[in-house]
């Protein structure tokens, strides 16, 4: 079946420092990735997205990588704010409306 | 705000109860998505509306009914809960054709005593 880790739990970084947030996948079919944030008490929220036919993708500040032959993908946060302390979820998705989740990483930005 | 309406946001209700959570969604999306997200799972889908037929049912419990009389509303009536189904229930919506862009309501916190 379909698996999505993240390899920790928690992080915490000092702010302004860079973040860096990692996900294993284990579907090498798997075409579609997204990050998702969620901050305490709502929803998650899209963040950015990469195909499996890039290695790269930079939003405002924040970068997805793609690392297919070891099927790993992270986000990096540039300069990290106290707004950034949330859950952030990698979700993976090979075909039509499923897409799978993994459990996420709780980061959190000490001021 | 992401346009997508919760209510009720919390829920307490007893294994011999009849509740249902309702989600609204305003971006004119014509896909919507019941997730559960318990402490320390990944998300999980339960079911999937698109075009306001059900179109995926991941092996949910009978005790869970969805209900989507229109594009804009989805329903998850419960009854007879667990207390394992204790969790946070999240709607999101979509265009049918972008699947990958789902726009999340806040979730309902549900406690099942």
């Known amino acids: 079946g379909e698996s999505v880790g993240l390899h920790l739990p928690t992080l915490s970084v000092q702010e302004g420092d860079n973040s860096i947030i990692n996900c294993a996948y284990s579907?090498?079919?798997?075409?579609?990735f997204i990050w998702y944030k969620q901050e305490s008490g709502k929803g998650p929220q899209f963040i950015i997205d990469i195909r499996s036919n890039m290695d790269k993708r930079q939003g405002q500040r924040v970068t997805v990588l793609l690392n297919k032959t070891v099927k790993h993908l992270s986000l990096q946060i540039a300069a990290t704010q106290p707004g950034d302390s949330a859950v952030y979820f990698c979700?993976?998705?090979?075909?039509?409306?499923?897409?799978?989740f993994g459990t996420g990483t709780s980061l959190t930005v000490i001021p | 705000e992401t346009g997508v309406t919760q209510t009720p946001r919390h829920l307490v209700m007893g294994m011999t109860n009849k509740k249902s959570l309702k989600c609204e969604q305003h971006l004119g999306h014509n896909a919507m998505y019941w997730y559960k997200q318990s402490a320390k799972k990944p998300l999980e889908l339960m079911f999937v509306y698109s075009l306001e037929e059900r179109v995926e049912n991941n092996s949910v419990p009978s005790r869970f009914s969805p209900e989507c009389p229109n594009s804009s509303h989805l329903f998850l009536h419960l009854h007879t809960l667990q207390p394992e189904d204790s969790a946070l229930y999240l709607c999101?919506?979509?265009?049918?054709?972008?699947?990958?862009?789902?726009?999340f309501g806040p979730g309902t916190r549900l406690t099942v005593t």
């Open positions: 979700a993976e998705n090979s075909h039509g409306n499923q897409f799978y």
């Open positions: 579907n090498s079919a798997s075409d579609y």
């Open positions: 999101a919506s979509s265009q049918e054709a972008r699947a990958y862009e789902q726009y």
